[in-house]
């Protein structure tokens, strides 16, 4: 009858697979797909499944680059320590503070802004010490000593703009700012780096007394400070380096988070990527965890898929290859691979955006690249043939956001514009041709369009570009993944339709980076012209899209050496006042100053169907399993 | 014999430093920077700065050379980039599940593929030598990503009795003490060698019967039997000496294919992982330890030869 009354209300909606595929599932299905219901079990065992041939390698949440990723930092680390302020929400894909999971109320701004004070809440350490504003001095002191060694740093920003720190109570922080900044920007950008550090871990040698490397109480900014946290870094670096030890050392017992390692409790951390984490029974947060969660290393997506198939996972992904129906919407799953039935399907989308660089000082096309992909015009006809939503939906089933400016236009946010998302390039063949032709260009439709006006007057080619100068380029783009080789392989084309002539090289990622990701420098030949590795830009722990390190002038991550004075303008005024991020984010969509790429979603989550809390899922690739638990299936 | 081991040795030293030498001036070819490389798109030029310091890459090359066979003198590889180990204890922990699952399936093909060549040998040109030579075409034809991906299927999923995964232990007791896991990816790395192994067997056996001694030892009275095992298997088989000779390095540097569709983290995936992912310092560790293994692997065939057929002697002649 039960099944009989399933089949009729299938029957009911048009989404009718939708519902065979959740048929069996304890509880019932909610207007997303996700179930809910079901009687609560508590504890329990999640397997959970590693990206491909990435494992957490890193315990110590202050790092470098090669340490920075989202397997180090939001899937391990932050389980057990837990960053000042928590962005995202469980079993949800808002992008805003969490402030029912920071571990400090927001921070309230005067003096013009100029100045913050923090008050913490009364959160513990595993060894029954509160989280005190010392152990946030902590961090930052070390910050201050070792900016080359955080993955996060930029000049000129957090620390450099923070002219001190001075703890006020055990529960309260004051911090001196150089000059006013934006609330919103200074707490989404630079407070979100902090993660407190306990006094458990200010020492310089293994079984030294608790703050006695002198780092987290010495003046902030003070030589002797630096040199004490020097010290202390040196050590704690040492210490995290040796991963066999991570679950049997002290130092790393010490958390406050929901989870652990320690062997003590019964968790494990093997180097070869298995992780055991378990509950911290004394974590003082609003949830405490009732799941063991063991994370499992998989060397493909494919041999994951198997140990799925095998029911040897309980949440898991499905390669992109074996979803077998597309989806209309990339935030709501279609129908999952028949062969799962003991899974639901979990798009997870993160709060990120991708683009392919030009590169605006190329000295490449002849010694004239870089002054071609200075005109506006020439990028606005460029991306004008690349007709993302098409291929999200033929090459990505569905599963992919498009890019159409800084600020991604999925997962849901406040903080997207309505003209960002209005697309403002739609596919549109035509208006290119149209841009090149009424801007001096002779058009050769797969040939190679040539200068025939040069000038700078409105119907000329632009500044720099001689007669003759040709649209003759080389995209250099990460090959080995399919999808992205197929949008290569249309861009091209549509490129060649409308005679900007495009030559396509793959390479690894690695190469591509190393030769797209540095800006150009001046007087050195930049014989580079477009780069596409794939993975475009996440905003985490800058949370806040306000654009600084990629399009400011002169900026570390200016790949392309973008540069306008009103773009320039524009974002110090989101940086600094309470300017809307607006104004900066649709003069950079409408600038195009890469082209945009669409984004595919960062993972095909299968969760068990008797599992709760997992779906939707964090935007910034957090893990909160604190909010898992079994249903009875 | 002691005379050829040490021109041998001196050899070796010069092939493995030629190697390295070589593959370190390739690497170094590739055009950007490892820093960029490991530390991706939001890394600042101060950050790439610190990397290029504490990884030498700041020295001219020559200097980082000469530091890398300083180190390298001292069984000091290096620290990978990008697992946060030095590259000593990730090949320590690679190298022995690769040795135990090539070295199963390479023990496995011989215990098959052997008899199976004299076996095709004394039925040669009937039914079931055709037979067997078209299982080895096909079992040599079928890539291993398939062989594997649908033995999984089949002996895992469809009918559970093996498992989808190779062993996850770390210990070698520990995969060692999971043989239900190691049966299908070892299957299916014996299954490409059993191939070529019968079809060597099987010529070599052909030719060593025409021999004039095989001739003789029938004229003397030798039965098929003594003819077969005593006088022909023993030169028939130095070609397959020679085979696992050189296969050491092959069985030292990993079956990246089985190893990824089994999820089985050996020396072929360690390998390619890195060069992937540009991790130098483990990409030339992994280089260093195979071309060892593949030096000791033609020693060890050679001595072997000797031992075989008292014939060939390695005088200084």
Same mark, same amino acid.
């Given at each position: 009858m039960k099944g009989l009354l399933m089949r009729g209300a299938c029957a009911a909606v048009a989404a009718a697979a939708v519902c065979v595929s959740f048929a069996g599932i304890a509880g019932s299905a909610g207007a997303s797909g996700i179930p809910t219901g079901g009687t609560k079990v508590s504890g329990g065992t999640v397997r959970w499944a590693e990206p491909p041939s990435t494992s957490p390698t890193y315990i110590f949440p202050f790092m470098t680059g090669s340490e920075s990723s989202v397997s180090n930092i939001s899937q391990f680390q932050y389980l057990m320590y837990r960053p000042l302020y928590v962005f995202g929400f469980p079993g949800n894909t808002n992008t805003t503070l969490n402030p029912t999971l920071s571990l400090a109320s927001l921070p309230s701004y005067s003096n013009g802004n100029t100045e913050a004070t923090i008050a913490l809440k009364n959160y513990k350490w595993s060894n029954g010490e509160t989280v005190t504003a010392t152990d946030v001095l902590f961090f930052m002191n070390m910050l201050h000593a070792e900016t080359a060694n955080w993955f996060d740093y930029v000049p000129g920003l957090f620390p450099d703009n923070v002219k001190s720190v001075v703890v006020n109570s055990p529960s309260s922080i004051t911090f001196t700012f150089n000059k006013a900044y934006e609330p919103t920007w200074m707490t989404y950008?630079?407070?979100?780096q902090i993660t407190p550090f306990p006094t458990a871990w200010d020492v310089t040698a293994t079984g030294a007394a608790s703050g006695s490397g002198g780092c987290s109480g010495g003046a902030y900014a003070a030589a002797s400070t630096d040199a004490a946290c020097a010290k202390v870094w040196t050590f704690l670096q040492a210490q995290a380096s040796d991963l066999t030890s991570y679950a049997t050392n002290p130092i790393w017992g010490v958390v406050d988070g929901p989870y652990t390692i320690a062997a003590s409790k019964g968790g494990s951390f093997q180097s070869t990527g298995q992780v055991t984490m378990v509950p911290n029974p004394s974590y003082s947060g609003p949830q405490k965890a009732s799941v063991t969660v063991i994370q499992e290393p998989y060397t493909t997506d494919n041999a994951e898929f198997d140990a799925l198939l095998g029911n040897n996972l309980d949440i898991g992904y499905a390669p992109q290859q074996d979803i077998t129906k597309p989806t209309t919407n990339a935030s709501i799953a279609g129908p999952n691979n028949p062969r799962l039935t003991n899974f639901y399907l979990s798009p997870w989308i993160l709060y990120s955006f991708n683009y392919a660089v030009l590169k605006f000082e190329s000295t490449g096309d002849g010694g004239n690249a870089g002054a071609i992909y200075k005109q506006l015009y020439v990028r606005q006809a460029m991306q004008s043939v690349v007709d993302q939503t098409a291929m999200i939906q033929k090459f990505l089933a569905g599963y992919g956001v498009p890019t159409y400016g800084p600020v991604p236009v999925l997962p849901k946010n406040d903080l997207v514009d309505s003209y960002e998302k209005s697309n403002p390039y739609p596919y549109n063949p035509a208006h290119a041709e149209s841009l090149l032709k009424s801007h001096g260009w002779k058009v050769v439709p797969n040939g190679v369009d040539t200068c025939q006006k040069a000038g700078t007057g409105p119907s000329d080619c632009g500044a720099g570009i001689p007669q003759g100068a040709q649209l003759n380029f080389t995209m250099v783009y990460v090959s080995g993944t399919q999808w992205q080789q197929q949008v290569m392989n249309v861009e091209q084309s549509a490129w060649n339709a409308i005679g900007i002539k495009t030559q396509l090289v793959g390479n690894t990622f690695p190469t591509v980076i190393s030769a797209y990701g540095p800006p150009c420098t001046t007087g050195q030949p930049c014989t580079v012209e477009e780069g596409w590795w794939g993975g475009g830009w996440e905003y985490? *722990?800058?949370?806040? *899209?306000?654009g600084e390190t990629l399009f400011s002038t002169g900026a570390g991550s200016n790949a392309g050496n973008y540069s306008s004075a009103k773009a320039d303008s524009l974002i110090a005024a989101t940086d600094t006042?309470?300017?809307?991020l607006d104004s900066y984010e649709n003069y950079i969509a409408q600038q195009v100053p890469e082209i945009w790429e669409p984004n595919a979603d960062y993972e095909l989550s299968e969760v068990r169907n008797t599992l709760r809390g997992v779906a939707p899922q964090n935007p910034f690739a957090n893990l909160f399993p604190e909010y898992w638990y079994y249903v009875k299936g | 014999m002691i005379g050829f081991l040490v021109r041998r040795l001196i050899q070796a030293v010069l092939v493995v430093l030629g190697v390295i030498a070589f593959m370190f001036i390739l690497i170094h070819l590739i055009p950007g920077g490892e820093a960029r490389a490991v530390l991706g798109p939001k890394a600042q030029p101060i950050a790439i700065a610190q990397f290029n310091k504490v990884n030498g890459l700041d020295l001219p090359l020559w200097d980082q050379f000469a530091h890398y066979v300083w180190n390298l003198s001292r069984f000091d590889l290096g620290r990978s980039y990008t697992l946060n180990q030095s590259v000593t204890s990730l090949i320590a922990e690679a190298l022995p599940k690769t040795l135990i699952l090539v070295g199963l399936a390479t023990l496995l093909a011989l215990v098959i593929a052997i008899p199976m060549g004299i076996y095709q040998v004394v039925r040669r040109n009937k039914w079931d030598d055709y037979v067997l030579t078209g299982v080895a075409f096909i079992l040599y034809a079928v890539p291993a990503f398939l062989l594997g991906t649908l033995l999984i299927l089949w002996f895992a999923i469809y009918i559970p009795i093996f498992s989808t995964e190779a062993p996850q232990s770390d210990s070698i007791w520990g995969i060692l003490s999971d043989p239900k896991a190691l049966v299908l990816p070892v299957v299916t790395l014996a299954a490409i060698s059993i191939a070529s192994f019968s079809r060597y067997m099987r010529s070599s056996m052909m030719e060593t019967m025409t021999e004039d001694f095989v001739r003789t030892a029938r004229a003397k009275g030798a039965g098929p039997q003594r003819v077969l095992y005593v006088h022909a298997l023993r030169n028939a088989i130095i070609p397959i000496i020679t085979l696992l000779g050189l296969s050491l390095g092959t069985i030292v540097s990993g079956a990246v294919i089985t190893e990824s569709v089994f999820n089985y983290p050996g020396m072929g995936l360690l390998a390619i992982n890195s060069a992937f992912k540009e991790d130098l310092p483990t990409l030339l560790g992994v280089t260093f330890v195979v071309t060892i293994a593949t030096i000791v692997g033609n020693l060890i065939a050679d001595i072997l030869y000797a031992v075989v057929d008292p014939r060939i002697r390695y005088a200084k002649s």
């Open positions: 950008n630079e407070f979100s985490s *722990p800058d949370y806040y *899209p306000s006042t309470e300017a809307s | -």
